[in-house]
């Protein structure tokens, strides 16, 4: 990777305007950004140890950047501009689907592979992947007691007894196309400025909520169905799990014959649960 860096560095422009004109470090990063995600992905799904394209400096200026996501407070009024009365046959429409998604964290294919039998809404609800990208992200993550009663609504109206049925399904009760679906929340997201949304992002604003609410890298990662143990996290959003190297070690009472009492950690809530921006204002 680094020679190929090198020899973008060293190599001439082809634009017509600019002809054997030296490649901007803009340009190089534009040719090495799709290796670079590649390469992550394939760390992500477990096919590599390590991304060969992390750590490689590009000359020039650039402003670090970090993966877009939603605080909670950008999220409701996104939620709130997805008419929940779509012409869906399923309760709650497209702002129930995206909903789902900030909540679960779920990947865009799992989500509309989700099958009837996947969800368990009894006292703890939850749904289980089980088409995952790698054997890590066959995983169950819980569910938000709000959620869970939305998805019952949508059993007692969509169910057929088809427990291989994929829970939301297009007009013709067929799996949905992720295409369709990142259309679907550009059409919504756009008109409020917001149109750098993706399925996607709603993944990352679910990793970012459960960190700042003191879920561990490895439960977030657990949770997200990564193969690396939180490596991926780590380098993401550093900025959040940056906790600095914490109280002093003190074994004055241990030459006492003194034991300090451990903490006991405070118990999270089971899901990042998103609040409307109607709950909001109550």
Not at 64 to 87: F, G, H, K, V, Y
């Amino acid at each position: 990777m680094r020679r190929f860096v090198k020899h973008l560095e060293s190599g001439r422009s082809r634009a017509p305007g600019a002809p054997n004109r030296k490649l901007a470090p803009a340009s190089v990063r534009r040719y090495v950004a799709p290796l670079r995600a590649m390469f992550a992905q394939a760390v992500e799904d477990g096919d590599l140890r390590a991304n060969p394209a992390s750590g490689l400096r590009i000359a020039g200026r650039r402003t670090p950047s970090r993966q877009r996501a939603l605080a909670e407070s950008e999220l409701a009024p996104l939620l709130a501009a997805i008419p929940d009365d779509s012409p869906r046959h399923w309760p709650g429409g497209w702002r129930m689907f995206f909903r789902l998604l900030a909540e679960t964290g779920l990947r865009i294919g799992e989500l509309v592979a989700l099958a009837w039998g996947d969800l368990d809404l009894g006292a703890r609800p939850s749904l289980h992947v089980r088409e995952g990208k790698t054997p890590r992200a066959s995983r169950t993550v819980p569910l938000a007691p709000e959620t869970s009663s939305a998805l019952l609504a949508l059993r007692a109206r969509a169910y057929r007894g088809n427990d291989d049925a994929p829970v939301f399904a297009s007009l013709r009760d067929t799996r949905l196309d992720d295409h369709n679906v990142r259309r679907e929340l550009r059409r919504y997201a756009e008109p409020i400025g917001m149109g750098w949304v993706t399925p996607h992002t709603l993944r990352h604003t679910c990793a970012s909520l459960l960190l700042q609410r003191g879920r561990s890298v490895r439960q977030v990662a657990a949770w997200l169905g990564h193969a690396d143990g939180g490596a991926l996290l780590l380098r993401t959003y550093a900025h959040l799990v940056d906790e600095g190297v914490g109280a002093p070690l003190d074994l004055g009472g241990a030459s006492l014959g003194q034991r300090d009492t451990p903490e006991q950690p405070e118990t999270a809530d089971p899901s990042p649960t998103v609040e409307t921006t109607q709950e909001q204002q109550k």
